[in-house]
């Protein structure tokens, strides 16, 4: 282990004056860095503050009675994500004592009292994360599954009031509404795009374009204005506008990496369908769109990552996503002094989020390829 390290550095660390010359200025400076920094977090950061101010950064301004219906929405959101980890890695034993270690450090950050809560939460991941990983015939019911499952979150979290959703639950949820219901948007406009009505191909090219000329921002901030002008009758809430929003934009952009899929597939597998007296519909669904999924998964899920990492945008129409809510605690003058350990731990944990996903597209990516060979 030792001499593979060693040899990995003189290669890619000291293998010319000029790596030589970079690796002397940068390595000292990170490591001096990254002791600062540790030496801040274990002997002069105050973290008390992380487990005191834990429901707002959590679950924002949601009322306190009302907190077991965000328990609900996180245990399906466990069981979704379970279940969609499953279609990739297999559950094993070594992963359950990972998942004892990861309830430890929760318990410990967030106190006994949800040791009941949080067992369930992990147990409902890894069951679900058993269940698609060892059972093939469930991964089918993973797509309508998701719908059902989104919709179950919104009947609970409702009662008492979609403009009180706030904190990393808020952006969690804006996530996977965004990933969900841009997937089938983005397939229909990829598919207007190669249309051979030009009607339909000209509007599905304009919509994409447009939405990729402008800024998230810009969207987000008209679809809230323009909603209750247009719908007045319908009465939407910020939340919902705003996933709107998001939705709107960041199906164009699934629709792109999904058009790149669609010029992958050999031209030759469509005409042969066409000569066996396949309708165009039928080739598209059985032949040439589960080609074209299967090449763009890995940007399909990179995709996520950036959805997760712009959903503090939301600020704009008043909601109180991760972010904000992190903010809204450093506005009482009684932490005002601890903005340090405020932004640090938002830090790690869109560090960690944004970790996982790219851990995951790196490894979807791979069993993808093991998958085609």
């Known amino acids: 282990m030792i001499a593979r390290s060693l040899t990995w550095s003189r290669h890619n660390l000291f293998g010319k004056p000029f790596d030589v010359l970079l690796s002397l200025t940068v390595i000292p400076g990170t490591l001096w860095l990254i002791y600062q ?26 009322p306190t009675d009302q907190a077991w219906r965000s328990w609900v929405a996180v245990a399906i959101i466990a069981a979704l994500l379970g279940a969609a980890l499953g279609c990739v890695f297999a559950f094993r034993t070594r992963h359950a004592g990972f998942l004892a270690l990861v309830l430890a450090f929760l318990v410990s950050m967030t106190g006994v009292d949800t040791l009941a809560a949080l067992t369930a939460v992990l ?23 998701s719908f059902t499952g989104l919709i179950a979150i919104f009947a609970v979290m409702s009662p008492p009031g ?14 996977l509404v965004t990933a969900v219901l841009s997937l089938p948007i983005g397939i229909l406009l990829a598919f207007g795009r190669r249309s051979r009505f030009s009607s339909l191909r000209m509007i599905s090219t304009a919509y994409i374009e447009v939405m990729r000329s402008v800024p998230l921002i810009l969207v987000v901030y008209w679809i809230w204005i323009l909603m209750p002008v247009l719908t ?51 080739i598209n669904r059985s032949i040439v769109l589960p080609q074209a999924l299967r090449v763009v998964v890995p940007p399909l899920v990179g995709n996520v990552l950036d959805i997760f990492n712009a959903a503090p945008l939301v600020f704009i129409i008043g909601l109180t996503d991760f972010l904000r809510a992190g903010q809204m605690i450093l506005a009482n003058p009684q932490y005002g002094n601890r903005t ?32 085609s060979r």
Request: hydrophobic share 55%; charged share 15%.
């Open 37 to 62: 920094a540790v030496a801040w977090a274990l002997a002069t950061a105050q973290w008390d503050i992380i487990p005191q101010s834990l429901r707002v950064l959590m679950i924002g301004i949601f």
């Open 123 to 145: 147990v409902i991941f890894a069951s679900a994360w058993s269940l698609t990983s060892h059972v093939p015939m469930s991964r089918k019911v993973l797509i309508p599954a």
């Open 162 to 175: 979609a403009g009180l959703w706030g904190g990393l639950l808020l952006s969690v949820l804006l996530t």
């Open 232 to 282: 007045p009758e319908l009465n939407l809430a910020d939340v919902v506008r705003g996933m709107v929003g998001f939705t709107l934009f960041y199906s164009a952009y699934v629709a792109e990496y999904v058009r790149s899929g669609l010029q992958a597939v050999p031209r030759g597998q469509t005409e042969a369908a066409r000569s066996l007296g396949m309708s165009e519909f039928d």
């Open 340 to 371: 340090y350990e405020v932004y640090s731990f938002l830090f790690f944990t869109y560090f960690l989020v944004g970790s996982l996903i790219t851990f995951v597209a790196r490894k979807l990516e791979a069993h993808l390829a093991r998958g």
